[in-house]
């Protein structure tokens, strides 16, 4: 499946800041890959306190052929492998695919093999949060405030 770079990018870029690599408690070190039929790809992290998912359409070259409503590839691997090969990237689309427990990143003529993690025969799953927004208050933030706190 045809990932278009930059875009995956942006996304792991903002994903790898809440992976914490705390040694006892290895969910933290890594990422969750979740690309969907309709050209959405998803990212969850997670830090042990706090859970981001990012994502972008448009990441996932959908071609006519193969269009889905559903879940096209799900992976765990490490944040920072992940982060730090694409990162390094410069051909404007990669490649993934899953082989033999591993997720295959190819660009170009170059493939790169990262382990995946499983727990009890499947992929690891991260923490499922469900949060009831319903009846939550709502407040007016200063948009240059939110901005200062999301940079630090």
């Given at each position: 499946?045809?990932?278009?770079?930059?875009?995956?990018?942006n996304i792991i870029n903002k994903?790898?800041?809440a992976c914490s690599n705390n040694k006892l408690f290895p969910l933290t070190s890594l990422v969750s890959v979740n690309v969907f039929g309709d050209g959405f790809c998803g990212l969850v992290t997670y830090d042990s306190t706090n859970l981001l998912s990012v994502g972008d359409y448009g990441v996932y070259e959908v071609s006519n052929n193969d269009y889905t409503d559903g879940l096209v590839l799900e992976a765990v691997v490490s944040a920072s492998q992940l982060c730090a090969l694409v990162n390094k990237l410069s051909i404007p689309t990669i490649n993934f695919a899953i082989k033999d427990g591993n997720l295959v990143v190819t660009s170009g003529r170059n493939?790169?093999?990262l382990p995946m993690f499983y727990?009890?025969?499947a992929?690891?799953?991260f923490p499922v949060i469900d949060i009831d927004v319903s009846n939550a208050d709502s407040t007016t933030v200063n948009v240059d405030s939110l901005k200062l706190a999301l940079k630090h």
């Open positions: 499946m045809n990932i278009n770079t930059s875009k995956f990018k994903a790898i800041k493939s790169y093999k727990e009890e025969g992929v690891v799953q």
